[in-house]
């Protein structure tokens, strides 16, 4: 993975488990250990579900860059339609807390969605691939007589 695909992953994940840190101390604090270990879980599943499909989307983005707004856009939505399936699936659990669970996994998921617009922006992205210095350096052109 090149290291600006690192960088924006960092830029991204890093202020996600901050809020996941967060999450899980107030959910302990009000919930008891069901309550820290739900928020836990939820902060685990956004930066999995959302590291996972922003290595995807930059792949697409340099190898079939015609499909990337639409891979986007499909990729979004599948992992919000996802993360509410988790939220289906665990809001009867014993396990952990739901609630808490819910409430990291909307909080993680909006941190994630403004981190990656903020490092999106940031990123100094070359929109014309710069000319090498060698190439072109004597071509002629027309007759040669």
């Known amino acids: 993975m090149p290291s600006n695909d ?15 840190v967060i999450a899980a101390v107030t959910g302990g ?16 599943v956004v930066i999995l579900f ?16 015609h499909l990337f707004q639409a891979m986007g856009l499909m990729l979004y939505t599948a992992q919000l339609l996802l993360l509410f399936i988790f939220v289906a699936a665990f809001k009867n659990t014993t396990l952990f807390n739901p609630k808490a669970f819910a409430l990291t996994l909307v909080v993680a998921t909006l941190v994630w969605v403004a981190a ?6 940031k990123a100094k992205i070359l929109y014309v691939e710069p000319e090498s210095s060698k190439a072109n350096t004597a071509e002629k052109t027309g007759s040669s007589t």
């Open 6 to 20: 690192v960088r924006n992953l960092l830029h991204t994940a890093v202020p996600t488990a901050a809020v996941g």
């Open 29 to 44: 604090v009000l919930a008891g250990g069901k309550g820290a270990l739900g928020a836990a879980v939820g902060a685990l």
């Open 50 to 65: 959302m590291g996972i499909g922003l290595v995807v989307l930059q792949r697409t983005a340099k190898s079939l860059p």
């Open 116 to 121: 990656q617009a903020r490092a999106h922006m």
